[in-house]
Each structure stands twice: as structure tokens, then as C-alpha cells.
């Protein structure tokens, strides 16, 4: 069954610094999404993207925060300027359509350790 | 805004039948989803409601009531790999907003 990878699986990064999570989507799908996971906590949304621009973001997705497919298979979240707060999981999701009825297939995330 | 309101935590034996509830304010709808999630791993999609009533899903089944802005999963039969996080996540959009989650514990 195809399915969403993510890497690096964990990252770990100085306050400051700049950091990229990649994903690839399921090759089929049109929509694509990134949310976030703090320790414990509820999955936010952070960004969805169509068409090779977003679509919809959150307040928590500014200025810091960008979102790229370079080419066909990759889709990327950079994060500027890392802060102690960004230290989460990171979900990337894809899905075939917008319908409800069409689930977001997440990736294993990405662990992001800000130090 | 919106906001989703499900248990924390909830505990049951293995072989039993529990249900979670979800209950939801949004200012448009179009649909609740629950997905479950072991350990931190991806969350995996379980269930959609977009109309009133019961979608059943073999031992797992969903019920929507829009009209109460609630809804409920109801795990069936419980085995030990249910053991997991339960999120509810409405779509008053495109995007599904989540919940904070329910921590499901069977116990033997």
C-alpha cells in the first residue's frame, strides 16, 4: 500500500538554526499538509498546499516557516530560525481529494529537537 | 473558531465494548473523521461521518448527530493493540481540526 515517508526521522538542531523536514506524498495525491504534534498535546494544522501554493495556513504557520515541492515527489518544510517552541513532530499528510470523505494518509513524522 | 471537546483518558478491559465522545463547536460543517494514533506514530484515518447516524467499520463504528454537534466512536470487542490515542477532527473547511485526543488503556 503506498504511504507518506518522512526523513529525517529525528533532528536535532541549535536555537537559531535552520532546519528542512522532507516528505514525499503519495504519488497520486493533489493535497498536501503539514501539522505539528508538542509532546502530549493535539495535532495542529500547520499548512496545506495545492496546486504548488497554499491553499490554507494557520496563525502558527508565519513568517519563520515555508513550504516548497522542488519537483514531482518532494515536499518540504523549512523552518528559518529554530526556536525552543518548534521542538514537536512533524506530520506531513497527502490526500487524493478534498472531500471528507477522502482521509489524510500521514507520514511517521519527524521529531524535531530545537536545543 | 473551533473547538472539540473529547475525554482525556479512557480505560477498559479487554473484550469489552467503549465508546469516546466527541462534542464539537464550529462555525460551518461538513463532516467529523476520527483517527487513531499508537505511540506518537502517524495517525492512522478511521472513520468519516458527514450525515446523522451509525457508519460501522467492523469492530469500530462511528455515530454523528449534528444537531447536537456530537459524536461518538465505538470500539468493539476491545483487543490490547487498541490501546492507543483516539482524535476526533472536524472539517468546518478543507482542513480537519483535531482534537486534543483520548488515551484509550486496555487492560487485560
Known amino acids: 500500500e503506498p504511504e507518506v515517508t518522512q526523513t529525517p526521522s529525528h533532528q536535532v538542531t541549535q536555537m537559531g538554526q535552520e532546519v528542512i523536514l522532507r516528505c514525499v506524498p503519495i504519488s497520486n495525491h493533489l493535497y498536501f499538509y503539514w501539522y505539528r504534534q508538542i509532546l502530549g498535546q493535539k495535532v495542529e494544522f500547520l499548512v496545506s498546499f495545492y496546486n504548488n501554493e497554499i491553499s490554507e495556513k494557520s496563525e502558527i504557520f508565519d513568517d519563520q516557516f515555508s513550504v516548497e515541492r522542488p519537483d514531482g515527489s518532494n515536499f518540504t518544510l523549512k523552518i528559518r530560525s529554530t526556536k525552543l517552541e518548534d521542538s514537536a513532530m512533524y506530520f506531513c499528510a497527502s490526500s487524493s481529494t478534498l472531500g471528507g470523505n477522502s482521509p489524510l494518509h500521514f507520514g511517521n513524522g519527524t521529531r524535531l529537537t530545537v536545543t | 473558531g473551533q473547538s472539540l471537546e473529547q475525554p482525556s483518558e479512557v480505560t477498559a478491559v479487554e473484550g469489552a465494548i467503549v465508546q469516546i465522545n466527541c462534542t464539537y463547536q464550529?462555525?460551518?460543517?461538513?463532516?467529523l473523521s476520527w483517527y487513531q494514533q499508537h505511540d506518537g506514530g502517524a495517525p492512522t484515518f478511521l472513520s468519516y461521518n458527514a450525515l446523522d447516524g451509525l457508519e460501522e467499520t467492523g469492530r469500530f463504528s462511528s455515530f454523528l448527530s449534528r444537531s447536537d454537534s456530537y459524536g461518538y466512536l465505538l470500539l468493539q470487542e476491545l483487543q490490547m493493540k487498541d490501546s492507543a490515542s483516539y482524535f476526533c477532527a472536524v472539517r468546518s473547511s478543507y482542513i480537519p481540526t483535531f482534537g486534543r485526543g483520548t488515551s484509550l488503556i486496555v487492560h487485560p
Open positions: 464550529t462555525s460551518g460543517f461538513y463532516g
